[in-house]
């Protein structure tokens, strides 16, 4: 039974998003919340993740937007008293910090108690020769070194763990003196290299090409045990699971390995002593069953997160439970509502889990795979075969691609090495060999370790694929692309259709695979490509509904269909040969009553699009629900809470793709779809369901390709008399030069149609223009090239609004502390403004009126304006929500997104009588950055977003809120009397800075200056150290001998802070700044890379004291 | 790949492509043996194990899990008997290609070794669906286009009619680890092959024999309740013999899945057919009176009625999900018995301590 003694519990979130820990822990927290409180349990929660669903009105009684670090969390402590603590859903963050405030007996002092897994077990699992020993008590194997300091031992170690082995000489870099032997003598002759190195080698068993297995294992405290479900890697060991494809349920082990792994799981979550969930990972032999285990996460994860989403069995719900002192048996099963909570999940799907990477978004990083995690986002696809999930997530990812076959060729220069050292294009290298004869399923398996069974489906995929292919040419009879559909029907055999769906064949890829898109592009010249690939596509899909091939829905429902459930957690499937032959074995029995409102989710977390779009779906079900309509969501996110199936009437965990979206249109017949609170993908469906006659709510899909299109939209600003930045679309080189010349430098380079600036550049020169057109110009052949004058110095505004009918009914003005160059995704934001002229506002109402009414907006929007005096330019218009809406909604404590839908479903609502003139706090929302996970790439900020998450922070003033913000992103307050490392760029940013300069040593720092800028400092009377910047250390002028080396310092741990701003935007290579940039990341020193964040910054914490900032929670914040 | 479609009794067709054995000329003669009790199975693993259960016996096995055949076929040694039992396999995709290391052959390959019919492309979640709600009926497996099959199937004999028992006990006493020091009767109703496993791990001798075998007059320390499939009511012979054992001797007991049925029945309980069975790796169970609960695996279509068992008996598990019975024990002498598998093979293995426990009472 659960504990009575515990009547107020903190939770402690993640903060913001970054790479290895994302939008999981909102799902984990906000799960774990809903169990207390059902309990009736006061909840508290720490978290500055301001755009995340549980930290919004009603998930927590109480939610602080501060930092989760233990200073802080300890005043929070302090003040509300909790009785018990929970640090298991706020992934590494929440628990380092729970440790730290174990370990320093806070938690003691305060009588707060640890909910769930003891902190004991946490550290038993964490410390890597604690968790050797602890499962060599229970003869578990673990992966472990022998240390050795001669060839002789080294044989011996050699000969205990077995061969292969992994030779590693210890204390030297990059792996110098290492590498694999499979004998004897192998080993003799490495081990003689490696003690040239080094004193000492580490000798490992070599697991190279080892299958790589996980399972979640939930225990309570009367030590019941089950393993909800297992996971398999499709790519072997060594490439980290997070940027892995993963199957659930395992598919290549047997009922033995399967069950052995199992009860290894049980037996070591029950001698660690969890109670709550963990996860178990495996590495297993595939050549016997032999394995070892790579470690325990004693806490929910983002294994967790997909475990619960493949299954249906709510992890975090059930763990936050168990912490309460529950039974799993005294659980139900949260789908069946009927049996116990106390069983394991039965599939009679496979689920598909595949990274999404941004790489491309970042100047010299490494694309190769490894150890390390730098994927930004996932998604998990759900399929009656492996082949039908792989190809709906191939599409998911949202990379242009269309599944595992028909997709734009790729250029891999060399295959065989592309294969053996996988980048993020793993899994399309393997589809391009497998077109090749030279390549075999035996030749790509050595060199890729990837199952045979996963490369036999894959093979499978192509068959089909050059089946379709070989039907003979379709041509049109009269010309037409009409006519083109019964050419089809006679060309191509049903059942051939009906295969390629069951194994997952968009209807996209059939058309092309069958030749009707150059048909449609030879018919129909003169329309975008984009619109021929949906014409073509749509010749298929007529073609398919004609022969009765349509999908069917089935439930998740954790049974395998054994007991009746009402669950509707629902995904599409083609199933089986009658399923698509009769469209029979509907799960669902649809209503047809009109009253389904769909919203459509926002697809995978991307740079530019993540759990702020979650938000926003999960407010719009929120009041689509409480307004009593049937709230409907497509999404396929497993890191979000908006596919929680809890939250909403029907979830569709599938593809946000045109034909996806329709098929399950077709079938819910709703009263309206919601396109605007999804982020770029639903906005860029509007116009192809509008074709459909989809009924859309909100701004018509006519408006939304009138803001979309840039000439369009700059036609609408010109008629209405608005400004905007220069531009041009152009198409040759001439036109480029000739616009240049006209404007100037610095100009703005990008292609149409980009969310997030992909491919966006500010070019000073024309060399830097001609250079990045070559780049551009392969990303956007079919598309003209769009230059905009690039405005300098000029500040950057953000109008947040909702309008009725092209009536504004709210809004919120927000400005940037960055001037205009760095992406709005990245800029700091701080809200209400602060230091923007009244005129300049006014004038920002008045033009965000007439666009309102021009493009007769009825829902959320968005504008991003530039301001220089009162010169007011808009950049940029989006009729959908943006990225600062949550932040926005939060601060000004007015749910726009709730406003937006009552308006979208045409409902009476009162225009709010808040405004953000009132507000006696500022609300300052910073961003989180990963450079730390990509390797080598340059951690400047630019007009391309880099950043991976946000956190916002409420404060009595700018300084309170910037600090706390900073400081929850990862910034540290230098110690009294430390080091600052300043290199500040051009003239005005050097002029910029000088104030902080001078606040800096006037509160006793010490400043160390690369020449430039010391030089500008001793001039201005402030005193310094000169550095020696990279390049100069081997230079022979002389006054640069005298000096220290900035590098060396920062090794030597002598600095505490860098900034580190460039002089322009542009630069790419490897330059002087690139690494003391570089170099600061790698070793964990905060940086600074903007002077205006930099003054504000470092304004800020000269001028409040930590120990002074107020312990408020927002409801606090009136 | 041939179609080929499943009719059931209540008119229901399902469609898909044959990967087992292939009759070859008129499809009616071959009908006799592509009939059976169709049933399904939620496992996610475990299929070489499930079709030599001879638990299976005249039945047409439904796999929900949809890829099936994926690690192909391992040794014998590794098979839970010497042959499939069940009389066909159903499933949604077979995988063609198989990957495992201890993988000797492909399921069809198998299948048809062992003239065993299977159908892939089936959508075996609308067919669990109409199982669940009008209960596991007769089904029969037709090869070929739709111009050569039948859509009609009335069955000639009931599965429940039948004594599967009979048709899949040994016909003599067989021995193993002869020689060790406790000496365990196995009645063998159809056994498995992991259960001698397990108790010659545990160092018994299992003298492993027929149903209806008299026993009681043998030296034995220990009488162990095999599975088997079948209604236990067809098995008069086999209790008669269980009661005489029981009244003359109080030697320790063990029974398992039909053997749970078998120990009941000769207590004096009843037992009754379940609408569709379990059939499942997932399924919970506790010890009655305790907050222990186990994961168990299970393949049963009958169960005892817990409300008929006599006073001296109580129920030793129960099933979290429906309440059914998942055990009995009595409450003064050393016999109890699991209505799941102990034994696994497939499925969880964490209730194998059943089988210590039983060995402890031997050795008190």
Same mark, same amino acid.
């Given at each position: 039974m659960r504990d009575e003694t515990i009547h107020k519990v903190l939770l402690l979130g993640s903060g913001a998003l970054k790479i290895g820990e994302a939008g999981e822990f909102d799902y984990s927290g906000s799960q774990a919340l809903k169990a207390l409180r059902e309990e009736g349990i006061k909840t508290v929660l720490i978290n500055p993740n301001i755009a995340t669903v549980q930290t919004s009105e009603g998930v927590a009684d109480e939610i602080y937007y501060l930092p989760v670090q233990p200073y802080f969390v300890e005043r929070v402590i302090e003040k509300e008293r909790p009785e018990g603590i929970l640090l298991a859903f706020g992934g590494q963050t929440a628990l380092n910090c729970g440790v730290e405030l174990y370990r320093s007996g806070v938690l003691e002092r305060y009588g707060v108690r640890v909910l769930g897994t003891p902190v004991q077990s946490i550290i038993d699992t964490e410390d890597r020769e604690l968790f050797v020993e602890k499962l060599n008590e229970i003869d578990v194997k673990t992966i472990r070194s022998e240390a050795c300091s001669s060839v002789e031992e080294a044989r011996q170690a050699a000969q205990k763990v077995g061969y292969p082995v992994i030779l590693r000489a210890a204390y030297a870099l990059g792996g110098l003196g290492s590498g694999f032997c499979d004998n004897e003598q192998e080993l003799n002759e490495l081990a003689e290299k490696a003690f040239a190195f080094s004193p000492q080698v580490l000798v490992e068993k070599s697991l190279k090409g080892w299958k790589e297995i996980e399972y979640e294992v939930v225990r309570d405290k009367y030590d019941n045990c089950i393993t909800v479900c297992n996971m398999e890697n499709l790519d072997p060991l060594g490439i980290h699971t997070g940027e892995s494809i993963v199957v659930a349920p395992s598919q290549t082990l047997s009922n033995a390995e399967f069950h052995k792994l199992r009860a290894l799981a049980i037996k070591i979550i029950r001698h660690i002593g969890i109670v709550g969930e963990c996860n178990v990972q495996y590495a297993l032999d595939p050549q016997s069953e032999d394995y070892r285990v790579i470690e325990v996460n004693a806490r929910l994860s983002r294994s967790s997160a997909l475990a619960s989403k493949a299954t249906g069995y709510p992890l975090a719900f059930v763990a936050a439970k168990l912490g309460l002192g529950y039974g799993l048996f005294e659980l139900k099963n949260a789908v069946t509502k009927e049996t116990s909570a106390f069983f394991e999940p039965a599939l009679d799907y496979v689920v598909c889990k595949i990274p999404r990477w941004d790489l491309s978004k970042f100047h010299g990083v490494d694309r190769e795979l490894g150890s390390s995690m730098k994927s930004v986002g996932e998604v998990m696809a759900i399929g009656r075969t492996f082949e039908e999930a792989l190809q709906k997530g191939l599409r998911m990812i949202g990379q242009g691609m269309h599944g595992f076959v028909e997709n734009k060729e790729l250029t891999i220069p060399d295959i065989a090495a592309a294969l053996h050292e996988p980048t993020d294009k793993r899994i399309f290298v393997v589809s391009k060999a497998m077109h090749l004869p030279e390549y075999d399923i035996d030749r790509i398996y050595e060199l890729t370790k990837i199952d045979r069974w996963f490369l036999e489906k894959l093979k499978h995929i192509i068959d089909i694929d050059d089946r379709l292919k070989s039907v003979t040419s379709i041509k049109s009879s009269d010309g037409t692309t009409a006519s083109l559909m019964e050419a089809a029907l006679r060309a191509i055999p049903a059942d051939l259709i009906r295969e390629a769906k069951m194994y997952g064949f968009s209807d996209f890829q059939i058309a092309r695979a069958i030749g009707l898109e150059n048909e449609v592009n030879r018919l129909e010249d003169g329309h975008s490509r984009g619109e021929k690939m949906h014409r073509a596509m749509l010749v298929v899909r007529e073609l398919r509904k004609r022969l009765g091939i349509l999908p069917v829905v089935k439930q998740i429902d954790t049974m395998a269909a054994e007991y009746p459930t009402q669950t509707n957690y629902l995904y599409l499937t083609y199933s089986s040969l009658d399923g698509a032959k009769n469209n029979v074995g509907h799960d669902v029995a649809y209503e047809n009553d009109s009253r389904s409102v769909i919203v459509l989710g926002s697809g995978a977390y991307r740079i530019g699009s993540s759990v702020e779009f979650d938000w926003c779906g999960v407010q719009a079900l929120n009041t689509i629900r409480r307004e009593g309509y049937r709230s409907v969501m497509i999404n396929y996110n497993p890191e979000t809470v908006s596919t929680d199936y809890d939250l909403c009437d029907r979830l569709y965990f599938d593809e946000l793709t045109f034909e996806r979206v329709m098929d399950i249109i077709d079938l819910e017949i709703p009263y309206g779809v919601i396109v605007s609170t999804g982020g770029q993908i639903p906005n860029n469906l509007a116009v192809y369901l509008d074709e459909e006659h989809v009924p859309i709510l909100g701004t018509q899909a006519s408006d939304i390709d009138c803001a979309e299109d840039r000439a369009k939209f700059s036609a609408m600003l010109n008629e209405i008399g608005v400004n905007q930045p220069e531009w041009s679309a152009l198409t040759s080189m001439e036109d480029i030069d000739s616009f240049v010349e006209r404007v100037g430098f610095p100009v703005l380079v990008r292609p149409s149609y980009v969310l997030s600036g992909a491919a966006m550049n500010v070019c000073s020169n024309k060399e830097e223009l001609e250079r990045f057109l070559k780049l551009a110009a392969n990303v956007s052949k079919n598309h003209p090239v769009v230059v905009s004058k690039f405005i300098e110095h000029a500040k950057e505004i953000e109008m947040d609004a909702v309008a009725r009918n092209g009536e504004i009914l709210a809004y919120a003005i927000s400005e940037h502390i960055e001037y205009a160059g760095v992406h709005s995704g990245d800029a700091t934001i701080q809200f209400p403004p602060q230091k923007l002229y009244v005129e300049t506002v006014r004038r920002i109402k008045r033009i965000s009126k007439q666009i309102?009414?021009?493009?007769? %907006?009825?829902?959320?929007?968005?504008?991003?304006?530039?301001? /220089?005096?009162?010169?007011i330019l808009v950049i940029e218009c989006n009729l959908r929500a943006s990225r600062s809406f949550p932040f926005v909604s939060k601060v000004l404590k007015l749910n726009l997104i709730d406003l937006a839908t009552h308006v979208m479903l045409d409902l009476p609502v009162e225009r709010p009588s808040k405004n953000l003139f009132d507000l006696d706090y500022v609300g300052i929302k910073a961003s989180q950055f990963s450079f730390n996970r990509l390797q080598n790439a340059d951690p400047v900020l630019g007009v391309d977003m880099a950043s991976t998450g946000e956190v916002g922070c409420i404060g009595d003033s700018t300084d309170i809120a910037l600090l706390t913000a900073m400081l929850s992103v990862g910034h540290r307050i230098p110690k009294k009397g430390g080091s600052i490392l300043l290199s500040t760029g051009g003239a005005k940013q050097k002029a910029a800075m000088l104030d902080a300069a001078r606040q800096l040593a006037t509160h006793g720092y010490h400043l160390y200056a690369t020449h430039g800028t010391s030089d500008y400092l001793t001039a201005n009377g402030i005193e310094n150290t000169t550095v020696l910047w990279p390049s100069e250390e081997n230079s022979s002028k002389e006054y640069v001998t005298e000096a220290p080396s900035a590098l060396e310092l920062l090794h030597d741990h002598k600095i505490d802070m860098v900034v580190n701003i460039p002089k322009d935007l542009t630069s790419h290579e490897l330059t002087n700044g690139y690494k003391i940039r570089r170099v600061s990341i790698d070793l964990n020193i905060p940086l600074i890379t903007n002077a205006r964040l930099a003054s504000a910054f470092i304004n800020a914490f000269i001028e409040v004291p930590l120990d002074t900032i107020p312990i408020k929670s927002w409801r606090e914040y009136q | 790949m041939k179609k080929a479609k499943l009719i059931l009794e209540d008119g229901t067709i399902f469609e898909g492509w044959s990967f087992g054995y292939e009759q070859e000329g008129d499809h009616c003669a071959t009908s006799a043996d592509t009939s059976g009790e169709v049933v399904f199975c939620t496992a996610m693993t475990g299929y070489p194990e499930s079709l030599t259960d001879p638990s299976y016996a005249g039945q047409l096995l439904v796999m929900t899990y949809p890829l099936v055949g994926n690690y192909g076929v391992p040794p014998q040694e590794k098979w839970e008997s010497d042959r499939i039992y069940a009389r066909s396999l159903i499933v949604s995709d077979y995988s063609a290609a198989y990957s495992h290391w201890d993988g000797r052959e492909s399921l069809s390959e198998w299948l048809i070794r062992e003239k065993i019919p299977a159908i892939t492309g089936v959508d075996t979640r609308r067919l669990t669906k109409v199982l669940r709600e009008r209960g596991v009926m007769m089904g029969k497996i037709e090869i070929g286009d739709a111009s050569t099959t039948t859509n009609l199937y009335k069955p000639a004999t009931e599965y429940s009619s039948i004594n599967w028992v009979e048709r899949v006990s040994c016909r003599s006493v067989v021995r193993y680890n002869e020689?060790?020091?406790?000496?365990?009767?196995?009645?063998?109703?159809?056994?498995?092959?992991?259960?001698?496993?397990?108790?010659?791990?545990?160092?018994?001798?299992?003298?492993?024999? @027929?149903?209806?075998?008299?026993? *009681?007059?043998?030296?034995?320390?220990?009488?162990?309740?095999?599975?088997?499939?079948?209604? @236990?009511?067809?098995?008069?012979?086999? %209790?008669? %013999?269980?009661?005489?054992?029981?009244? /003359?001797?109080?030697? @320790?007991?063990?029974? %398992?899945?039909?053997?749970?049925?078998?120990?009941?029945?000769?207590?004096?309980? *009843?037992?009754?057919k379940l609408k569709y069975g379990h059939r499942s790796h997932n399924q919970p169970v506790r010890l009655v009176g305790e907050n222990k609960c186990f994961i168990t695996a299970q393949n049963h279509g009958y169960a005892v009625d817990a409300q008929t068992l006599p006073a001296d008996w109580k129920e030793l598990f129960v099933n979290m999900n429906d309440g059914s019975n998942e055990g009995i024990q009595h409450s003064s002498k050393p016999w109890f018995s699991a209505q799941f598998h102990p034994e696994a093979c497939s499925g969880p293995v964490d209730t194998e301590f059943l089988f210590d426990r039983f060995v402890a009472s031997i050795k008190k």
């Amino acid at each position: 039974m659960r504990d009575e003694t515990i009547h107020k519990v903190l939770l402690l979130g993640s903060g913001a998003l970054k790479i290895g820990e994302a939008g999981e822990f909102d799902y984990s927290g906000s799960q774990a919340l809903k169990a207390l409180r059902e309990e009736g349990i006061k909840t508290v929660l720490i978290n500055p993740n301001i755009a995340t669903v549980q930290t919004s009105e009603g998930v927590a009684d109480e939610i602080y937007y501060l930092p989760v670090q233990p200073y802080f969390v300890e005043r929070v402590i302090e003040k509300e008293r909790p009785e018990g603590i929970l640090l298991a859903f706020g992934g590494q963050t929440a628990l380092n910090c729970g440790v730290e405030l174990y370990r320093s007996g806070v938690l003691e002092r305060y009588g707060v108690r640890v909910l769930g897994t003891p902190v004991q077990s946490i550290i038993d699992t964490e410390d890597r020769e604690l968790f050797v020993e602890k499962l060599n008590e229970i003869d578990v194997k673990t992966i472990r070194s022998e240390a050795c300091s001669s060839v002789e031992e080294a044989r011996q170690a050699a000969q205990k763990v077995g061969y292969p082995v992994i030779l590693r000489a210890a204390y030297a870099l990059g792996g110098l003196g290492s590498g694999f032997c499979d004998n004897e003598q192998e080993l003799n002759e490495l081990a003689e290299k490696a003690f040239a190195f080094s004193p000492q080698v580490l000798v490992e068993k070599s697991l190279k090409g080892w299958k790589e297995i996980e399972y979640e294992v939930v225990r309570d405290k009367y030590d019941n045990c089950i393993t909800v479900c297992n996971m398999e890697n499709l790519d072997p060991l060594g490439i980290h699971t997070g940027e892995s494809i993963v199957v659930a349920p395992s598919q290549t082990l047997s009922n033995a390995e399967f069950h052995k792994l199992r009860a290894l799981a049980i037996k070591i979550i029950r001698h660690i002593g969890i109670v709550g969930e963990c996860n178990v990972q495996y590495a297993l032999d595939p050549q016997s069953e032999d394995y070892r285990v790579i470690e325990v996460n004693a806490r929910l994860s983002r294994s967790s997160a997909l475990a619960s989403k493949a299954t249906g069995y709510p992890l975090a719900f059930v763990a936050a439970k168990l912490g309460l002192g529950y039974g799993l048996f005294e659980l139900k099963n949260a789908v069946t509502k009927e049996t116990s909570a106390f069983f394991e999940p039965a599939l009679d799907y496979v689920v598909c889990k595949i990274p999404r990477w941004d790489l491309s978004k970042f100047h010299g990083v490494d694309r190769e795979l490894g150890s390390s995690m730098k994927s930004v986002g996932e998604v998990m696809a759900i399929g009656r075969t492996f082949e039908e999930a792989l190809q709906k997530g191939l599409r998911m990812i949202g990379q242009g691609m269309h599944g595992f076959v028909e997709n734009k060729e790729l250029t891999i220069p060399d295959i065989a090495a592309a294969l053996h050292e996988p980048t993020d294009k793993r899994i399309f290298v393997v589809s391009k060999a497998m077109h090749l004869p030279e390549y075999d399923i035996d030749r790509i398996y050595e060199l890729t370790k990837i199952d045979r069974w996963f490369l036999e489906k894959l093979k499978h995929i192509i068959d089909i694929d050059d089946r379709l292919k070989s039907v003979t040419s379709i041509k049109s009879s009269d010309g037409t692309t009409a006519s083109l559909m019964e050419a089809a029907l006679r060309a191509i055999p049903a059942d051939l259709i009906r295969e390629a769906k069951m194994y997952g064949f968009s209807d996209f890829q059939i058309a092309r695979a069958i030749g009707l898109e150059n048909e449609v592009n030879r018919l129909e010249d003169g329309h975008s490509r984009g619109e021929k690939m949906h014409r073509a596509m749509l010749v298929v899909r007529e073609l398919r509904k004609r022969l009765g091939i349509l999908p069917v829905v089935k439930q998740i429902d954790t049974m395998a269909a054994e007991y009746p459930t009402q669950t509707n957690y629902l995904y599409l499937t083609y199933s089986s040969l009658d399923g698509a032959k009769n469209n029979v074995g509907h799960d669902v029995a649809y209503e047809n009553d009109s009253r389904s409102v769909i919203v459509l989710g926002s697809g995978a977390y991307r740079i530019g699009s993540s759990v702020e779009f979650d938000w926003c779906g999960v407010q719009a079900l929120n009041t689509i629900r409480r307004e009593g309509y049937r709230s409907v969501m497509i999404n396929y996110n497993p890191e979000t809470v908006s596919t929680d199936y809890d939250l909403c009437d029907r979830l569709y965990f599938d593809e946000l793709t045109f034909e996806r979206v329709m098929d399950i249109i077709d079938l819910e017949i709703p009263y309206g779809v919601i396109v605007s609170t999804g982020g770029q993908i639903p906005n860029n469906l509007a116009v192809y369901l509008d074709e459909e006659h989809v009924p859309i709510l909100g701004t018509q899909a006519s408006d939304i390709d009138c803001a979309e299109d840039r000439a369009k939209f700059s036609a609408m600003l010109n008629e209405i008399g608005v400004n905007q930045p220069e531009w041009s679309a152009l198409t040759s080189m001439e036109d480029i030069d000739s616009f240049v010349e006209r404007v100037g430098f610095p100009v703005l380079v990008r292609p149409s149609y980009v969310l997030s600036g992909a491919a966006m550049n500010v070019c000073s020169n024309k060399e830097e223009l001609e250079r990045f057109l070559k780049l551009a110009a392969n990303v956007s052949k079919n598309h003209p090239v769009v230059v905009s004058k690039f405005i300098e110095h000029a500040k950057e505004i953000e109008m947040d609004a909702v309008a009725r009918n092209g009536e504004i009914l709210a809004y919120a003005i927000s400005e940037h502390i960055e001037y205009a160059g760095v992406h709005s995704g990245d800029a700091t934001i701080q809200f209400p403004p602060q230091k923007l002229y009244v005129e300049t506002v006014r004038r920002i109402k008045r033009i965000s009126k007439q666009i309102a009414k021009a493009l007769h %907006i009825n829902g959320p929007f968005n504008i991003q304006y530039m301001a /220089r005096q009162n010169d007011i330019l808009v950049i940029e218009c989006n009729l959908r929500a943006s990225r600062s809406f949550p932040f926005v909604s939060k601060v000004l404590k007015l749910n726009l997104i709730d406003l937006a839908t009552h308006v979208m479903l045409d409902l009476p609502v009162e225009r709010p009588s808040k405004n953000l003139f009132d507000l006696d706090y500022v609300g300052i929302k910073a961003s989180q950055f990963s450079f730390n996970r990509l390797q080598n790439a340059d951690p400047v900020l630019g007009v391309d977003m880099a950043s991976t998450g946000e956190v916002g922070c409420i404060g009595d003033s700018t300084d309170i809120a910037l600090l706390t913000a900073m400081l929850s992103v990862g910034h540290r307050i230098p110690k009294k009397g430390g080091s600052i490392l300043l290199s500040t760029g051009g003239a005005k940013q050097k002029a910029a800075m000088l104030d902080a300069a001078r606040q800096l040593a006037t509160h006793g720092y010490h400043l160390y200056a690369t020449h430039g800028t010391s030089d500008y400092l001793t001039a201005n009377g402030i005193e310094n150290t000169t550095v020696l910047w990279p390049s100069e250390e081997n230079s022979s002028k002389e006054y640069v001998t005298e000096a220290p080396s900035a590098l060396e310092l920062l090794h030597d741990h002598k600095i505490d802070m860098v900034v580190n701003i460039p002089k322009d935007l542009t630069s790419h290579e490897l330059t002087n700044g690139y690494k003391i940039r570089r170099v600061s990341i790698d070793l964990n020193i905060p940086l600074i890379t903007n002077a205006r964040l930099a003054s504000a910054f470092i304004n800020a914490f000269i001028e409040v004291p930590l120990d002074t900032i107020p312990i408020k929670s927002w409801r606090e914040y009136q | 790949m041939k179609k080929a479609k499943l009719i059931l009794e209540d008119g229901t067709i399902f469609e898909g492509w044959s990967f087992g054995y292939e009759q070859e000329g008129d499809h009616c003669a071959t009908s006799a043996d592509t009939s059976g009790e169709v049933v399904f199975c939620t496992a996610m693993t475990g299929y070489p194990e499930s079709l030599t259960d001879p638990s299976y016996a005249g039945q047409l096995l439904v796999m929900t899990y949809p890829l099936v055949g994926n690690y192909g076929v391992p040794p014998q040694e590794k098979w839970e008997s010497d042959r499939i039992y069940a009389r066909s396999l159903i499933v949604s995709d077979y995988s063609a290609a198989y990957s495992h290391w201890d993988g000797r052959e492909s399921l069809s390959e198998w299948l048809i070794r062992e003239k065993i019919p299977a159908i892939t492309g089936v959508d075996t979640r609308r067919l669990t669906k109409v199982l669940r709600e009008r209960g596991v009926m007769m089904g029969k497996i037709e090869i070929g286009d739709a111009s050569t099959t039948t859509n009609l199937y009335k069955p000639a004999t009931e599965y429940s009619s039948i004594n599967w028992v009979e048709r899949v006990s040994c016909r003599s006493v067989v021995r193993y680890n002869e020689g060790a020091d406790i000496k365990v009767v196995l009645v063998d109703c159809g056994v498995k092959a992991n259960i001698i496993r397990c108790l010659v791990n545990r160092g018994c001798e299992v003298i492993r024999v @027929p149903w209806n075998y008299d026993y *009681t007059e043998m030296d034995f320390d220990a009488l162990f309740l095999g599975n088997g499939p079948g209604d @236990p009511n067809l098995c008069g012979e086999a %209790i008669d %013999i269980l009661k005489k054992q029981m009244q /003359r001797s109080d030697k @320790p007991i063990f029974g %398992i899945c039909l053997g749970n049925q078998l120990l009941a029945k000769a207590a004096g309980a *009843t037992v009754y057919k379940l609408k569709y069975g379990h059939r499942s790796h997932n399924q919970p169970v506790r010890l009655v009176g305790e907050n222990k609960c186990f994961i168990t695996a299970q393949n049963h279509g009958y169960a005892v009625d817990a409300q008929t068992l006599p006073a001296d008996w109580k129920e030793l598990f129960v099933n979290m999900n429906d309440g059914s019975n998942e055990g009995i024990q009595h409450s003064s002498k050393p016999w109890f018995s699991a209505q799941f598998h102990p034994e696994a093979c497939s499925g969880p293995v964490d209730t194998e301590f059943l089988f210590d426990r039983f060995v402890a009472s031997i050795k008190k």
